[in-house]
């Protein structure tokens, strides 16, 4: 007998559809009303109450990756699309009016610059000599098989990136961060939804805790910068395979935190993409990505000078995330 093929989920396409609208409606109501409640002193206790909460979030990153594609309903007489990261093709981009304009170049003077930067945190436990012993160590300890060994290398650059921060400011690093179902621009009701593995956020120390407690998108303020950080997912390595996915969550996340200038990366822990999205008044956008960048040399061993410069992008793209690509401390030009 021919082998069955097994099925991803117990529920069809349409009931996977509705439970997952069920449940974003359900997430979105808790959100809005932790909102409500966070200036109310008299229900601090409810707000700080979000077991619940996550478990929902956690439902609903299973369902939505299970989906087998774009879900699609009908709002108010029309057809609306509701896309998850997941399945994100540069198909789906073109539909949503979201292209790719032109690359980004590493400017003559990127790498000497960055390598000046090794003087940040260069007296505490992850300076860059520490960042580069620790990737080594992990080169002949761990077999990259697998997404959760790509996070053992990707963690670290993190580590080392949050003492480079200015005084005065701290980042925060959220993991898995999940993206309410958002839609696609003021004048559509196609709308994105899904998690972003990595989102670093840049605030006033003084911030800082409550963004620990509460870390919500949709809360950031004007002074607050946010990186987006995407995993390559599957058995399928090349970074390139995945572009449309990582522009896809930063649409969601630069609608969700009202910004129409975003910047992102994507990287599989070895090999980092660097991305910038531009959104239209009028409805969707173009971005610019980089070419690869690789953590090692033709010796196959990890290069000091190359996990220097990806260190000093991340610590300047986490700042300026939300601005033009036309300062002169940039470490990029668009070709």
């Not at 077999?143 to 080392?160: D, G, V």
Request: aromatic content about 6%; hydrophobic content about 40%.
């Amino acid at each position: 007998m021919p082998a069955k093929r097994p099925r991803r989920s117990g529920l069809t396409g349409v009931e996977l559809a509705r439970a997952v609208d069920a449940i974003q409606a359900l997430v979105d109501k808790s959100r809005e009303e932790q909102a409500v409640n966070r200036d109310d002193p008299e229900l601090e206790a409810t707000f700080d109450d979000t077991a619940e909460l996550h478990q929902l979030d956690d439902i609903l990153k299973m369902l939505q990756s299970k989906a087998d594609g774009p879900q699609v309903r009908m709002i108010d007489g029309m057809h609306a699309t509701s896309y998850s990261f997941s399945n994100m093709t540069q198909d789906h981009l073109d539909k949503l009016g979201i292209s790719a304009s032109g690359l980004l170049e590493l400017k003559p003077n990127a790498i000497p610059r960055a390598v000046q930067t090794d003087a940040l945190g260069a007296d505490s436990i992850w300076s860059s000599d520490m960042l580069c012993r620790h990737l080594q160590f992990l080169e002949g300890l761990v077999p990259r098989t697998n997404e959760a060994a790509a996070r053992l290398w990707i963690n670290a650059f993190f580590y080392r990136v949050a003492v480079m921060i200015s005084s005065g400011s701290k980042m925060v690093l959220s993991v898995e961060q999940v993206v309410p179902s958002v839609t696609v621009s003021n004048t559509s009701a196609h709308t994105l939804s899904g998690y972003v593995v990595w989102t670093a956020i840049v605030m006033p120390a003084r911030k800082a805790h409550i963004y620990l407690r509460h870390p919500f998108l949709q809360h950031l303020k004007n002074d607050e910068s946010a990186l987006f950080v995407s995993e390559a997912k599957g058995p399928n390595q090349l970074l390139q395979h995945h572009v449309p996915q990582a522009v896809g969550e930063m649409l969601a996340c630069a609608r969700t935190a009202r910004k129409p200038i975003i910047r992102g990366v994507l990287t599989n822990g070895h090999t980092w993409i660097f991305i910038i999205l531009k959104l239209s008044d009028n409805g969707g956008g173009s971005y610019f990505q980089s070419k690869e960048l690789l953590i090692t040399g033709l010796s196959s061993r990890i290069s000091g000078e190359a996990v220097s410069v990806i260190s000093a992008i991340i610590s300047h793209w986490m700042v300026h995330s939300h601005e033009e690509l036309d300062g002169e401390d940039d470490y990029f030009t668009i070709l």
